[in-house]
C-alpha cells in the first residue's frame, strides 16, 4: 500500500471518527468504544501474527492481566481513581509485559503449530486461575468495580471516555507503525519470511521472537486495563479461549500486517457480537460464516481487497501494465 | 492510478460506518402509553433451555392479558446474556441505551445479577431481578442498588426452614456436594446455619466447579457416616450426579437446593430420583386450582411443565400489570415504578406474594419430594415434586431478624465455617 | 484416604481416560497424518450424541443409535475435508480459523435442531447397573467405557501396524513427501483418518452422552481436554494418546479429589510444561 496516501488515509479516518462519535447514539458509541480497546488488543495480535508470523492463541491472557489487576487494585486497594489512574495505566502495560516475558520462556522456543498450542494452553492456565482463585479474583462473580476515575475530567461520561480509549488507540497505532518500520520491525518480518536465513545472517532470532512477544503482552495489558473500566466488570469470561480466537479472527479479517487491518476486523467483529447478536437469532452462522469465507476467500483480508481489485484490473488490462504491477509489487 | 483504488475503497468504507452509526442511532420515539420492558435470558449455551422457559413464562401471561397492561402497550425485548455475566452487563447497556426500556429483568446466574445491579444503578434504570437468588443484592448491598426489585428469591431463603425441617426428620449428620460459586454458597450457608442451629452437624462440604459433568472425583469423598446429602446442582450438573451417586452405590436420603430438582430437568431425569427432597417457592405439583390451570396452559402452548423459571417471569409480569393498572397505564417513572411495586401483594401461582423493606419477596416455602404419578389430570405417569410441606410467610431473614442476620457476612464457602468437618 | 479411595479413584480415572481416548485419539491421528488443527472436534463429539439421541427417540434402539451416529458424523467430517480443509493448506492458524468457524455453525444448528435441554443418552437396563467387589461399587456403564476404549485401542493398533492401509498411514505420518514418492495417494489417506477421526469423537460422544449427558456448550467445555490429551501424550501417536489419555484422565480425577480449588490449573499447567520441554507432545513424532 503507498505508504503516505495509506497514512493520511487512517489519519482522515480517524479524525472523522473523533468528530463524527459523539453524534451518535448512547449505545454506538459504547460499541465504537469497545471496538477500540479490541482494536488495541488486535493490533499487538498482529505484530506477532502479520509481522512475526507467530500465531499465538493466547494474547487474551494479557488483556485479562491487565484487567484484573486494574479491578483489584481499585477494589481491595481503592487505587487508580483519580490521577493515579495514570499509574495504573503503567502497571497494566508493565503486567501484560511480564507476564509475556515469563511465558514467552515456555512458547517462544516452539513454532507453528505447536507455537499454537502452547499459547493456547498457557491462555487456558490464565482462565482456570481467574476462575477457580475465588479469594483473589472473584471466581466465576468477577469484580465489579467502582465508577471510572475522576481526574479534572469525568470518565464516567461515555463520550469522554470514547475520546481516552481513542487517544490510547492512536498512541497504540503510532508506536507500533514506528516500531514495525523501524530495523526491527523489518527484522521481525524477514523472521516471518525466513526465519533460517536470518539466523544464517545473525540475527539473535530467539530474542527477537521473545522482545516481539513481550510488547505485544504490553499492549494486551493496556487494553485490559480500558477493558475494566468498559463495562465496569471483570470476568473470567474476559478471558476464554474464544476470546483469543476472535483476536486472530479480527487480525486475519482485517488484513494481517497492516495493523490497521486488525482495527477494521475489531470493528467488524464486535459489531457481529454486539449488534448484529440483538437483531436476527441466526448471527451465529453468519460468524461462523465470516470464519470461513474469510480463510476461503480473503488470504489478504479485507484491507487486501484493493490490491486484489488492482490486480484483477492490470490483469484484464495490457500486458504492460501487468508487468509493472509486477514489478512494484513484493 | 494506485491509490485511486484505495481512496475509493476507504471512501465507501468510512461512509459505510457512518450509515452504521446513523442507523444504530435512531432509537424508537417513545409512545405515551408503551411499556417497553427489556429482558436478558440465556438463549444458547447450557442453560438455554432455562433462557427460554424464563421468556416463555413471562410470554404467557403477557398473552394472556393481550399483550396489553392497562391500556399500555408491552414491548418485550428479549436479549441472550449466554450465561455469562458480561455479556449481561453488555446486553442490559443496549436494552437501556438503543431500545431505551423502561425497565429490564432477568439475568440467570447469581454472578449476573450481581453484575446487572450496578448497571441499574449507573444508568438509574429499574431492573427487576426475577431469577438472580444473590442474597446480597436485597441485602448487605441493597443500598448501592435503589433501583433493584427482586421479585423471584433469594438463595438462602428456603434453605432456612429445610434446614429445620432436616432436623424434624431426625438427620444428625449430612454431607453437602454443591456448585462451587455463590449461589451455591449462599444456598448451602443458609441450609448449615439453620440446620446447626437445631442441633445438626454439617460434616462434610464438597464444591465440584459449576459445569461438573464427572462426578467421579468427588463422589469417593463423601463420608460414610452421614445421614443424608445435601445437593444443590444448577442447569446439565443437576442431570447427571442422582444417576452417579446411585451408580457408586451410595443409598443415602438425598436432599437439596430447589435448582436441583426444578422441573427444568426433571423430565430428563429417571427413576434414580424418586424420593429426593428439596425445597423453593414452586412446585408444579401444587395441587391447588390456581396451579393446574397454570401448568396446563403452559404445557399446552410449549409442550413442557413449567419450571420455576416459567413460573417466577409469568408473576413477575403479573406484578408489573398490576402496578400499571395503578398508574392508569402509564409509566410513573423508577422511583415511583419501584415504590407501588414493593407494596404489590398477590396471590400468584406460588402462592401468597409480597415484598419485604429490602424488596425481596416474602412467600410460601414448599418442601417437595419428586414423586411418580399423574398430577394435573395428565394421562401418564411422571415424576412431580410433590408437596409435603408448607413453610407459609418465609422471608430472607427467616426467624433471625433483620439486623441481627446483617451483622453476620454473606454466606460463603467458608461462612459458615464447617466446624464439625474434620 | 483409604485404599478404597485410591482404588475407586484409579477406577474412575482410567474410565474417563477411557471416553478421553475415544475423543482424543482421533484429533491426534488427524494431526499426525495431515498435521490439521482441527478445532470442530468437540462438535464432531456433541453432535455424535445428538444423533444418537434422534436414533434413540425414533427407532427405540441404542444399540443402533452407536453406528449411525458414528458413521454419520463420520461422513460430516469427510465432507468438511475433501471440501474445505483441503483447500486450506498446511497454515495452522488458516485450519484454526476455519475449524472455529464450523464449529460455531454446528454448534448454533445443534441448537436449533435439538433445542436447549439437556439430555441423557440412556443405556440398556444392564448396563445402569453396579458391579460390587469387595464392598466397593464400580459401575458397569464405566466398566463398559474401559472395554469399549480398549477394543478400539487395539482394532486401532492392529489397523496400524498389520495392516496395508495402516502401513500407508504410519508412512504418511513419518514423511509424506517419501510417502507420495512411492506412490502412496497421501490425498486419500488423509480423507481416510480425518473420517476415522470424525467417527471416533461420535462414538465417544455417544457413549460420553450416557455418562456425562449431552447439553449446548459441551462441544467446547470438551475441547481443551482433547487438545490436553493430544498434546501430552504427543500428536500423531496411538500409543502416546492412550497414554495421554490416561494420564489426563487419572490427573483430572485426582486433581479434583485432592486439589479442588485449582483444579483447571493443574490440567493445563502440565501441558504447558510438556509442551515446553517437548514441543511434540511426549511421544509425538514430527
Not at chain 1, 118 to 130: F, H, R, S, Y
Not at chain 2, 257 to 262: A, E, F, L
Not at chain 3, 210 to 225: M, R, S
Not at chain 3, 227 to 256: R, W
Request: proline share 5%; hydrophobic share 50%.
Amino acid at each position: 500500500m503507498n505508504n503516505r496516501r495509506g497514512v493520511l488515509t487512517v489519519i482522515g479516518a480517524l479524525v472523522a471518527l473523533a468528530i463524527i462519535a459523539p453524534f451518535t447514539s448512547s449505545y454506538a458509541i459504547i460499541l465504537i468504544t469497545h471496538a477500540l480497546i479490541f482494536a488495541i488488543l488486535a493490533m499487538s495480535v498482529d505484530l506477532l501474527l502479520g509481522y512475526t508470523g507467530l500465531p499465538s492463541m493466547g494474547q487474551a491472557a494479557y488483556l485479562g492481566m491487565g484487567a484484573y489487576l486494574t479491578a483489584i487494585l481499585a477494589t481491595q486497594f481503592d487505587f487508580g481513581l483519580g490521577w493515579s489512574f495514570w499509574v495504573v495505566v503503567g502497571l497494566g502495560i508493565l503486567v501484560g509485559a511480564a507476564t509475556a516475558a515469563f511465558f514467552g520462556l515456555f512458547a517462544i522456543r516452539a513454532t507453528g503449530v505447536y507455537f499454537l498450542m502452547i499459547t493456547l494452553a498457557l491462555g487456558m492456565c490464565v482462565w482456570g486461575l481467574a476462575y477457580r482463585w475465588n479469594s483473589l479474583t472473584g471466581g466465576d462473580n468477577g469484580i465489579n468495580l467502582p465508577p471510572r476515575p475522576q481526574f479534572g475530567i469525568a470518565l464516567a461520561n461515555d463520550v469522554t471516555y470514547f475520546y481516552l480509549v481513542l487517544g490510547f488507540f492512536v498512541a497504540s497505532l503510532a508506536l507500533l507503525y514506528v516500531l514495525v518500520k523501524s530495523p526491527f520491525g523489518r527484522s521481525l518480518e524477514g523472521i516471518r519470511e525466513r526465519e533460517l536465513r536470518m539466523r544464517l545472517l545473525g540475527y539473535n532470532t530467539w530474542l527477537h521472537k521473545y522482545i516481539a512477544f513481550v510488547i505485544a503482552g504490553g499492549f494486551g495489558g493496556l487494553a485490559g486495563v480500558l477493558w475494566a473500566h468498559m463495562n465496569g466488570l471483570v470476568s473470567p469470561e474476559d478471558v476464554i479461549l474464544t476470546t483469543s480466537v476472535d483476536a486472530l479472527l479480527m487480525v486475519v479479517l482485517g488484513g494481517p500486517g497492516t495493523l490497521v487491518g486488525g482495527a477494521i476486523g475489531a470493528g467488524v467483529v464486535v459489531f457481529l457480537r454486539e449488534y448484529l447478536a440483538t437483531i436476527v437469532p441466526w448471527w451465529q452462522y453468519v460468524l461462523g460464516g465470516v470464519y470461513i469465507l474469510t480463510i476461503l476467500y480473503l488470504p489478504g483480508g479485507l484491507m487486501g481487497i484493493p490490491e486484489r481489485i488492482r490486480r484483477r484490473r492490470a490483469l484484464s488490462g495490457s500486458p504492460e501494465q501487468a508487468g509493472k504491477l509486477e514489478a512494484t509489487s513484493h | 492510478m494506485s491509490g485511486k483504488t484505495t481512496g475509493r475503497f476507504t471512501r465507501m468504507s468510512l461512509a459505510a460506518c457512518l450509515a452504521f452509526a446513523v442507523g444504530v442511532s435512531t432509537a424508537p420515539a417513545t409512545a405515551a402509553e408503551e411499556l417497553r420492558i427489556g429482558f436478558l435470558a440465556p438463549l444458547t449455551g447450557g442453560f438455554a433451555q432455562i433462557g427460554k422457559d424464563m421468556s416463555n413464562g413471562f410470554q404467557l401471561y403477557l398473552d394472556e392479558v393481550g399483550g396489553n397492561f392497562a391500556g399500555a402497550k408491552v414491548t418485550f425485548i428479549v436479549e441472550d446474556e449466554e450465561g455469562k455475566p458480561p455479556v449481561g452487563v453488555r446486553k442490559a447497556e443496549k436494552l437501556i441505551r438503543q431500545d431505551k426500556v423502561h425497565l429490564f429483568m432477568g439475568g440467570l446466574l447469581a454472578s449476573t445479577g450481581y453484575a446487572l445491579a450496578p448497571v441499574s444503578t449507573r444508568l438509574k434504570t429499574v431492573y427487576v431481578a426475577s431469577i438472580p437468588a444473590a442474597d446480597d443484592l436485597t441485602q448487605r448491598e441493597s443500598e448501592k442498588y435503589p433501583y433493584v426489585v427482586r421479585t423471584g428469591w433469594s438463595s438462602s431463603q428456603p434453605s432456612h426452614p429445610f434446614g429445620e425441617w432436616a432436623c424434624e426428620q431426625g438427620y444428625k449428620r449430612i454431607a453437602v456436594v454443591a456448585a462451587d460459586y455463590a449461589f451455591g454458597y449462599e444456598v448451602v450457608g443458609g441450609f448449615q446455619k439453620a440446620f446447626e442451629d437445631c442441633g445438626g452437624r454439617i460434616i462434610q462440604k464438597i464444591w465440584p466447579p459449576l459445569g461438573t459433568n464427572d462426578f467421579g472425583p468427588f463422589i469417593p469423598t463423601l463420608k460414610k457416616d452421614a445421614d443424608a446429602i445435601f445437593t444443590l446442582m444448577v442447569g446439565p450438573m443437576a442431570l447427571q450426579f442422582p444417576k452417579q451417586l446411585l451408580a457408586a452405590g451410595i443409598k443415602k436420603p438425598v436432599i437439596g437446593g430447589g435448582t436441583s430438582y426444578d422441573e427444568y430437568v426433571l423430565p430428563s431425569m429417571g427413576d434414580e430420583v424418586i424420593g429426593h427432597v428439596s425445597a423453593l417457592q414452586y412446585s408444579a405439583a401444587l395441587d391447588n386450582p390456581k396451579n393446574a390451570a397454570f401448568v396446563k396452559k403452559y404445557r399446552e402452548k410449549y409442550g413442557k411443565v413449567p419450571s420455576y423459571y416459567s413460573e417466577s417471569n409469568y408473576t413477575t409480569a403479573q406484578m408489573i400489570h398490576e402496578v400499571m393498572k395503578q398508574t392508569g397505564g402509564k409509566w410513573p417513572g423508577a422511583t415511583k415504578f419501584i415504590e407501588l411495586l414493593s407494596k404489590i401483594k398477590l396471590d400468584a401461582v406460588r402462592g401468597p406474594v409480597q415484598l419485604d423493606e429490602m424488596r425481596n419477596p416474602v412467600q410460601n416455602i414448599y418442601i417437595k419430594k419428586v414423586e411418580k404419578k399423574k398430577m394435573h389430570g395428565f394421562a401418564q405417569d411422571e415424576l412431580w415434586n410433590t408437596v409435603i410441606k408448607t413453610y407459609p410467610n418465609v422471608g430472607q431473614f427467616w426467624k433471625y431478624g433483620k439486623a441481627e442476620f446483617l451483622k453476620q457476612p454473606v454466606y460463603s464457602r467458608d461462612y459458615p465455617p464447617c466446624k464439625y468437618c474434620d | 484416604m483409604d485404599t478404597q479411595f485410591w482404588v475407586i479413584q484409579a477406577f474412575n480415572g482410567v474410565s474417563y481416560g477411557a471416553l478421553l481416548f475415544l475423543l482424543a485419539s482421533g484429533l491426534s491421528l488427524i494431526f499426525g497424518v495431515m498435521r490439521i488443527v482441527n478445532l470442530a472436534h468437540g462438535s464432531y463429539f456433541l453432535l455424535g450424541g445428538y444423533v444418537a439421541l434422534s436414533v434413540i427417540w425414533s427407532a427405540d434402539s441404542w444399540l443402533l443409535a452407536i453406528p449411525v451416529a458414528a458413521l454419520s458424523i463420520a461422513a460430516v467430517g469427510l465432507a468438511m475435508e475433501r471440501v474445505f480443509l483441503t483447500r486450506v493448506g498446511e497454515d495452522p492458524l488458516r485450519q484454526v480459523l476455519l475449524t472455529v468457524g464450523f464449529a460455531f455453525l454446528f454448534q448454533q444448528g445443534a441448537l436449533d435442531i435439538w433445542g436447549g435441554d439437556p439430555f441423557n443418552i440412556v443405556p440398556p437396563d444392564r448396563l445402569k447397573e453396579s458391579v460390587v467387589i469387595g464392598g466397593l461399587y464400580f459401575p458397569l456403564y464405566r466398566v463398559f467405557m474401559i472395554g469399549l476404549a480398549a477394543a478400539m485401542g487395539l482394532t486401532l493398533w492392529l489397523m496400524m501396524e498389520k495392516t496395508r492401509t495402516g502401513a500407508m498411514v504410519r508412512a504418511a505420518v513419518d514423511d509424506s513427501e517419501m510417502a507420495r514418492g512411492v506412490g502412496i495417494d497421501t490425498s486419500r489417506v488423509s480423507m481416510f483418518i480425518f473420517a476415522l477421526g470424525a467417527f471416533l469423537a461420535a462414538l465417544g460422544g455417544v457413549i460420553g452422552g450416557g455418562f456425562l449427558g449431552i447439553y449446548p456448550g459441551l462441544d467446547f467445555a470438551i475441547l481443551p481436554l482433547a487438545f490436553a490429551v493430544v498434546i501430552i501424550g504427543g500428536m500423531g501417536s496411538l500409543g502416546g494418546a492412550a497414554i495421554g489419555s490416561l494420564l489426563v484422565g487419572l490427573a483430572d480425577n485426582f486433581g479434583k479429589a485432592l486439589f479442588p480449588e485449582v483444579s483447571y490449573f493443574t490440567l493445563y499447567a502440565p501441558m504447558v510444561l510438556i509442551l515446553a520441554w517437548k514441543p511434540t507432545g511426549l511421544f509425538g513424532r514430527d
